[in-house]
């Protein structure tokens, strides 16, 4: 495939995942013409071994530094995208890590077939997972592609507009007629683009077979600030979100789940996933309903505090 296309990395405090990205984007069948570090807080950047310097072997890589008070999940990757000439761009989280040479390949299909305007890859976990989020991977990211559009809502929810930008490709024409990313937003930036996407009477192509390795083993703390946000965002883009059904996804994967820890011999572990699943809910259910509560306590229930300076 001859095509160009660019990657766009946020970064904060990279380490040995990130160097192991750039080793695997360098094996790619279709090699990206520039990837585009957007770092945040250089201090932390140049401390680590895999600073400026060791970024001198790569002559495609090119490091921009941003304070944390100027990230945004959003307006930062723009900037990013901003800065690439490429028909097509990739965007990638520092710890996802490419399955094969393929990765870019695949994504770029229906893209350059006209198919789609943004595809997503298939997260799968990383050894080390625990049985409760293996699954959760395999529920979000299933084995079969699709290209879904204004024809899924019914059926879907809220889950047509999933389009995780831990690893996605985006057509850059289509991303500047509607406008890029939000610019200011405490989370959920992908799913934002990926409903005007589908508003625009256009498709989002999950290709499973362009695969990366990504997932984390949260606590059930930290799922209940990442969850306060992801409500925060919903409830600051009603015109995204309002009428589309959310909360019965989540309700299926716990009762799926429960299901399969008990099949798989890990009932045991049953009684924590309900514990941390009720955590998600509170944190989803209290950032819905964010503007009824105290700034302070807001701040603490936020993963993104400084979104909130």
Request: aromatic letters at 12%.
């Amino acid at each position: 495939m001859d095509v160009k296309v660019d990657v766009i990395i946020p970064t904060l405090m990279p380490g040995q995942e990130f160097a192991d990205l750039l080793e695997a984007l360098e094996r790619q069948s279709v090699q990206p013409g520039r990837i585009i570090v957007m770092n945040t807080e250089e201090k932390y950047f140049e401390r680590l071994k895999y600073g400026n310097q060791r970024m001198k072997k790569y002559s495609n890589v090119e490091v921009h530094h941003l304070s944390s008070r100027e990230f945004d999940h959003g307006n930062t990757r723009n900037n990013g995208v901003k800065k690439s000439g490429a028909p097509y761009f990739v965007c990638m989280t520092m710890d996802a890590l490419p399955k094969d040479a393929f990765l870019l390949e695949r994504l770029l299909e229906p893209l350059v077939a006209g198919d789609a305007a943004v595809s997503y890859a298939r997260q799968l976990p990383k050894p080390g997972c625990s049985p409760v989020e293996s699954f959760i991977k395999q529920f979000n990211y299933p084995a079969t592609s699709r290209l879904k559009g204004q024809e899924d809502l019914e059926e879907m929810g809220i889950k047509t507009f999933f389009c995780s930008n831990a690893c996605a490709a985006y057509d850059r024409s289509t991303f500047d007629a509607l406008g890029g990313f939000i610019r200011h937003t405490i989370f959920n930036e992908d799913m934002i683009y990926a409903s005007r996407v589908v508003k625009a009477g256009k498709k989002i192509a999950y290709v499973a077979q362009a695969e990366v390795l990504h997932s984390h083993n949260y606590s059930w703390i930290e799922n209940f600030h990442r969850n306060f946000d992801v409500g925060v965002s919903q409830a600051d883009n009603p015109d995204v979100f309002r009428g589309i059904k959310s909360e019965t996804e989540g309700i299926r994967l716990v009762k799926e789940l429960t299901c399969h820890l008990k099949e798989s011999g890990n009932s045991r572990l049953i009684l924590p996933m309900l514990w941390g699943s009720g955590w998600k809910f509170l944190g989803y259910r209290l950032g819905k309903h964010y503007t009824r509560l105290p700034q302070g306590f807001v701040r603490r229930c936020s993963m993104n505090r400084n979104y909130w300076q």
